[in-house]
């Protein structure tokens, strides 16, 4: 199961180091507004896939707070069929839909899950709700 904090579930992006804090900083500068995770990954940690309206933490290196952000969208598809509007939310730089699920067949290939054109993708979109801990540290984040 993913880490809880305030009673919301993690969503950690990338891996930790340079990667995490990058894609940190597009989430809370407003250009990263979605991510991508592997199907099989919520079946091998048992956790259900997020829903609209879900409120997520996310977290550093360390598992502490960064910002809340909720969910706006939830959908599952083939990595050849992820739509180019999905991955330019993502706001990684990638210039085409062929850079980004280049990039993407890397990086999960690094991480030891590579993936083909069937390999099923959830494609979250989200929206920044509060960023730091900004007195939203303890109590109920869902608020």
Known sequence: MWPRI???RALALGTPGDLRSRLNSLVLGGVKTATAGLLDEYAEEDE???HVG???VLVDDADSLVAVVEVTSVE???FAEVPWDFAR???EG???IEEWRAGHAAYWARVGTPVTDDSQIVCVRFRLVSAGAGGIATG???T
Do not use: H, I, K
Request: proline share 0%; aromatic share 0%.
């Open 76 to 78: 599952v598809t083939r």
């Open 140 to 142: 109920d984040l869902g």
């Open 48 to 50: 259900e896939l997020e």
């Open 6 to 8: 305030g009673g919301l």
């Open 89 to 91: 939310a993502e706001g």
């Open 94 to 96: 990638d210039r085409s």
């Open 54 to 56: 879900e409120r997520l």
